[in-house]
């Protein structure tokens, strides 16, 4: 089974500071990681994906993630906050490698960005 | 290239009725997930059609269903629905499995009655 954490469901920030939106997962083998986000009476777009390879993943609108094997986390940053940002966060995690299981998704709570002039 | 579309947008039902969701993906894609987004149990995965077949099925009652088509249209179904079926329906596509990215539509919001 696999569960995703994420810590805080409400993240305010200034515009021009740094986005921090932190993600633990458990998984019994490999994951794959997602970030996701989704805009008010919108569906979810995806930022960035870990699937193999270069732990430090980088994603659309300035977004990057590390995977973190040790700390079991996949935290998305970044580096300067814009206004646009402001939308609703979701970390997920599926089975990797031969435990691969199709694209059945299982998400965080969600962290709700708000982006302050 | 379309996104994934889905029909209706807004549906209000009332309870004991039953619902048909529909989405249409992205052409070429052969693989529709659905998933169920409520606020208080977050987004849950419902099940996964690829090229006709369930492939995967998240922990609802039977009164969830779901088929896929030939052109790769899929339809989700709740019969006997209960006020707690009240939720944003999410419909995602992708080529097929794993490493493909998944594009979501904009939800059908159901509200039961």
């Known amino acids: 089974a696999q569960s995703v954490t994420q810590l805080g469901s409400h993240v305010s920030v200034s515009e021009g500071a740094l986005v921090l939106l932190r993600c633990n997962y458990s998984?019994?083998?490999?994951?794959?990681l997602f970030w996701y986000v989704q805009y008010p009476n919108q569906g979810l777009q995806l930022l960035l994906k870990?699937?193999?390879?270069?732990?430090l993943v980088k994603g659309i609108n300035g977004f990057e993630a590390e995977f973190k094997k040790s700390e079991t986390s996949f935290h998305l940053t970044k580096p300067s906050a814009h206004m646009s940002d402001a939308a609703e966060y979701f970390c997920?995690?599926?089975?990797?490698?031969?435990?691969?299981?199709?694209?059945?998704?299982?998400f965080g709570g969600g962290t709700r960005v708000l982006v302050k002039p | 290239k379309a996104g994934v579309t889905q029909t209706p947008r807004y549906l209000i039902k009332t309870r004991g009725q039953q619902v048909t969701l529909s989405c249409s993906p992205i052409?070429?894609?052969?693989?529709v997930s659905w998933y169920q987004q409520t606020p208080g149990q977050g987004l849950q995965f419902l099940f996964e059609?690829?090229?006709?077949?369930?492939?995967n099925k998240g922990n609802f009652p039977g009164r969830f269903s779901g088929r896929q088509f030939s052109n790769s249209r899929s339809e989700m179904n709740v019969s006997t629905l209960e006020l707690g079926d009240s939720a944003l329906y999410l419909c995602?596509?992708?080529?097929?499995?794993?490493?493909?990215?998944?594009?979501f539509g904009p939800g059908t919001r159901l509200t039961v009655t």
């Open positions: 995602a596509s992708s080529l097929g499995r794993d490493l493909y990215e998944q594009y």
């Open positions: 998984s019994s083998v490999p994951p794959y």
């Open positions: 870990y699937t193999t390879g270069a732990t």
């Open positions: 997920a995690v599926t089975p990797g490698g031969i435990k691969a299981a199709g694209n059945k998704l299982t």
């Open positions: 052409s070429g894609h052969r693989s």
């Open positions: 059609y690829f090229s006709e077949t369930q492939r």
